[in-house]
């Protein structure tokens, strides 16, 4: 049912029934390590290539979420998902694992929003059973998208730290004592003409900044209303330029903003402005936030990745990276 | 509303109200050529890459569209869509020029289908126009998976041309006079680990299979109550190679199947197999199938784009090609 602009509520109530995070050994060392499902020994996994890994890391997190509710390949109706690496190969290749239906996503770093968006319309209009699945990988992205670590490129102050990590969440129609998603907000494309690739959350803060707002207006909701209202991988920087921005349309956003790229890493990790990648706002979801959900910590959080749509061939080419985020609003009733 | 394994039949009519396409001059002079609803003079169409030239194609497919329909920008609930480029690029980039949310979407050549789907069932979920938008370039697409053209490499016996196309959808719940999606089946990952780029007809033909039988089982109908199957972009080989599977399993396609990748060029114009890319079966859809619907010489069409899941890195890493396929269908009562 949509509501203002951009937010659609769901009418048959969205379970996410249950997640799966798994992280390299770098992400085992920041914030949330403990609360990783499964923790890699190292960042290479038995594998010959890390896009290899990456796709072993996609195939264990869904495995790990049909392990964990019991539910059999049949019983899934569709696989939705995607990653950063060029034609969303991690996605694809696992999916080829499994006998279920798949459709590939692709909004950056904010594919698990658009992931959780998709299979929440479709449960109601039929589906059961999601399972969404996203991942990043250091190595992979690294060389994609700027060097080969192998040549020791310095990072740039505002440069984040691309998140080891895959992770998978169920969302189900079937009633259970989960956190429900209670509405989506999809984003617009924003482009302020930033050309850093280096600099992302300055890329990227102005789509956070655009759909935060919408959903605000939308659902006629404030600030105060979240327990919790936190972005993909701003960053530090990023962060602070999101609530400066919002300040201006006369929003404070202020401490009830947190970020999960700020959070994922700590501060000794010296991650540049923090973790950043389609794996990082999703494994400190399914990691982190949903546990607090669970135990009743927050009430309700406005969960809202950010992607940054660059290729290396946009870069080449001169042209400004254009930022997107979609908001979902996540709800654990007690 | 769910049938069968795979298939979701819509229950708010879905009119596919308005297409558009836009082609090149090697599409101009093919099978289609005077369908299309706009011709580019050349392959760069004053851009100064082939990847800018696609991002403008894309843009002025959708332009194509809010003239058609004289809606407005505000009128559109979302663009849905994708290409075959890395981060797929010309979607996201044209999706930057409209204030209208974004989804991306990547089942490379299955994308269109995969897009037709996702916009379907949000209209069942609240949303009243959406927009469906693909594409594909020969010269992006050879540079990115092949080589560079400057190279001049001999193509092989089993290879197709990647059309040079974009090409626009409205789907809408207001009731017209056009074509309705009926239902979609959402296809899995198929890999008979086919190895050569240069024959993704055979990488995609199992997958469509699958789609196809899916499709017949779960609705309960016979080949014979579609006035035509008509596949991606199998190209010739590859539409046989589909006969040749489904009349393993019992199921004679015969003379119902046909392929856009087939269909698309002249067989004077000696694209190989024929056409591929995710542009192809969009921009017959939009160019000659859509018309042929309305004009009410068929009734009933299974349109079925198939996709071969591959990246360079993949290909380069020794992997198989996975393929998918989804099918739509779609009506036209008189």
């Given at each position: 049912m949509k509501q203002g602009k951009q937010t659609y509520r769901m009418q048959t109530p969205v379970y996410i029934a249950h997640t799966f995070a798994i992280g390299g050994p770098y992400e085992a060392k920041g914030s949330f390590g403990q609360f990783f499902d499964y923790v890699m020994d190292d960042d290479e996994w038995g594998c010959k290539t890390h896009e290899k890994t990456e796709i072993k890391m996609q195939k264990h997190a869904i495995n790990g979420i049909l392990e964990k509710s019991g539910l059999k390949q049949t019983e899934i109706d569709c696989l939705m998902g995607g990653d950063l690496l060029n034609q969303i190969v991690p996605s694809s290749f696992s999916a080829r694992e499994f006998e279920i239906p798949f459709t590939g996503m692709y909004n950056a770093c904010a594919t698990f929003a658009e992931s959780l968006a998709m299979g929440s319309t479709w449960l109601q209009n039929g589906m059961r059973n999601v399972i969404c699945t996203v991942s990043s990988h250091y190595a992979t992205a690294e060389r994609q998208?700027?060097?080969?670590?192998?040549?020791g490129t310095q990072p740039t102050p505002a440069s984040q730290w691309t998140v080891t990590a895959a992770a998978s969440a169920l969302l189900t129609t079937d009633a259970c004592d989960a956190p429900v998603i209670e509405s989506v907000t999809l984003g617009k494309v924003v482009d302020l003409k930033c050309t850093d690739a280096n600099n992302m959350g300055a890329a990227m803060a102005p789509a956070a900044c655009d759909t935060i707002l919408t959903h605000l207006r939308d659902t006629g909701?404030?600030?105060?209303?979240?327990?919790l209202i936190v972005t993909g991988d701003l960053g530090r920087f990023g962060m602070d330029t999101l609530r400066f921005l919002a300040k201006q349309e006369g929003i404070m956003l202020e401490d009830r903003l947190n970020d999960c790229g700020a959070m994922v890493y700590k501060k000794e990790q010296k991650p540049g402005q923090g973790g950043s990648g389609a794996g990082c706002s999703a494994s400190v979801y399914c990691a982190y936030l949903h546990r607090q959900l669970c135990d009743g910590a927050w009430k309700r959080i406005l969960f809202v990745p950010t992607g940054a749509l660059l290729s290396k061939a946009s870069s080449l080419q001169g042209e400004s990276i254009p930022g997107i985020a979609h908001a979902v609003e996540i709800v654990k009733e007690n």
């Open positions: 998208y700027r060097y080969p670590l192998e040549l909701r404030v600030v105060d209303d979240y327990d």
